[in-house]
């Protein structure tokens, strides 16, 4: 560590995440959890958020950067009112979103930049959870910065176009996603990229160009004080639980929509709770087909301990996605000692651990296989029992927040202690 730059002070973060409130998916998860933990550790964490905000622990601010929210949970994909434009961003997010282009990214990072670029002497890094875009890239040459990169958003494109029904819906979902092309320019200009697991990694370098040099595997992690086992909860026969924060390809929903109809068919009394928001899709479509309402619960805005007394509830839980960089709610449906399905898509099989040990498992995008790996696990309580422990013992061993933060924190420090960024932190006054 260079002389003046004390490898044991409380560092000044700014924090940036365009779209950050829990209910969107695991990021928000991430943000809430990984600042305040690096808030424990005593450092000071500023976000800067856009729409939906995220949910931040009470010591940890936020700088709220409106947009036109676009994809709002009332009106998603409207297009503005006149009045309504007050910003040059608010332009740009409008012209990008008229062209088919998801805005929100480059929109935010445009934002963004202009917020902190004026009070550059304020923080000492920027740590970017995955917006990439090109306003990011502009900041880092005046405030030393670092992205996390939870897995690259072109498997989700590749997963939607092969799910696509013809040439047209497949050619407007890679206009969609053309994004990421941006996403990927910008990542390759960072100095340091933090990836949650070793399979993202391969991934992100084989479709996005980022040298391998550039990324470290820091994993996230679970509160298991509050992801706990509740043994005063009775399990309710044959209750799955699912978390569903989208209604797209990479996550599988229709897949085990499509078993559960199956399960039924067979005599078999299942209900499934999926933690999330009914939204117009295949999945909603499939509800109707095999008239599953009666035998679906959606619940969502509820606090974690409801999540965990919904876990508690179930006899398992389902990750029945194609693909993960990592698995939030795997981890938290485990930690729990909920004995958990998951298929074998993406990091999958390295966050959950061996097949019959940790979890039960099966082929990704393959109805038949979940709805056999299901049947199997539905009619062995004993195994349900065992794998239930060992999940939680599992995750426990491995994950927390206090240690993702800290580890986030060395790669803080090393990036601080680039040459360029000492420049950075000089001219800055941080120094």
């Not at 500023?46 to 036109?68: A, M, N």
């Not at 996005?208 to 909860?233: I, S």
């Not at 599992?394 to 790669?411: D, F, M």
Request: charged residues 25%; proline residues 7%.
């Amino acid at each position: 560590m260079p002389q003046g730059l004390d490898p044991n002070a409380p560092l000044r973060l700014a924090y940036l995440t365009y779209r950050g409130k829990p209910h969107v998916g695991g990021q928000g998860i991430y943000t809430r959890h990984l600042t305040k933990a690096l808030v424990d550790l005593g450092h000071e964490v500023e976000v800067f958020g856009g729409q939906p905000y995220p949910v931040l622990d009470d010591r940890v601010p936020i700088t709220k950067l409106r947009s036109l929210d676009l994809f709002n949970d009332h009106y998603p994909g409207r297009f503005p009112a006149f009045w309504e434009f007050k910003t040059r961003e608010d332009f740009l997010e409008v012209a990008v979103f008229s062209t088919g282009v998801f805005p929100e990214p480059l929109a935010f990072s445009a934002r963004v930049h202009r917020h902190l670029v004026p009070r550059a002497r304020e923080f000492d890094l920027v740590h970017d959870n995955q917006c990439l875009g090109w306003g990011i890239a502009k900041l880092e040459k005046v405030i030393p910065t670092i992205v996390t990169l939870h897995h690259p958003i072109t498997r989700d494109r590749m997963l939607e176009m092969k799910a696509a029904p013809n040439l047209y819906k497949r050619w407007s979902i890679g206009r969609w996603y053309s994004f990421v092309r941006m996403q990927g320019k910008v990542a390759r200009q960072m100095p340091r990229v933090v990836v949650v697991s070793e399979n993202s990694i391969q991934d992100i370098h084989t479709d996005m160009g980022v040298d391998l040099d550039r990324m470290r595997l820091v994993p996230v992690g679970v509160d298991p004080e509050l992801f706990r086992p509740l043994e005063h909860v009775a399990r309710k026969p044959g209750r799955l639980i699912t978390t569903a924060s989208a209604d797209v390809a990479l996550k599988g929903l229709a897949y085990l929509i499509e078993a559960l109809a199956k399960l039924r068919s067979d005599g078999r009394d299942v209900s499934l709770t999926i933690i999330g928001k009914p939204k117009p899709g295949k999945s909603m479509d499939l509800i109707d087909r095999f008239n599953l309402h009666p035998h679906i619960d959606f619940v969502s805005g509820v606090p974690d301990e409801r999540i965990v007394e919904l876990y508690a509830e179930a006899e398992l839980a389902v990750v029945p996605s194609l693909y993960e960089g990592f698995s939030l709610p795997a981890i938290e449906a485990m930690c729990t000692g909920t004995p958990l399905v998951a298929t074998d898509g993406g990091a999958l099989p390295e966050v959950t651990g061996a097949d019959g040990d940790t979890v039960f498992r099966c082929r990704a995008g393959d109805t038949e296989s979940l709805l056999a790996t299901l049947q199997s696990a539905l009619d062995q309580p004993e195994a349900r029992s065992r794998i239930g422990a060992a999940g939680r013992k599992r995750v426990v061993e491995r994950w927390s927040w206090r240690h993702c933060a800290e580890l986030t924190v060395e790669q803080y420090r090393e990036v601080l202690s680039m040459p360029a960024n000492i420049e950075k932190l000089r001219r800055n006054g941080r120094l």
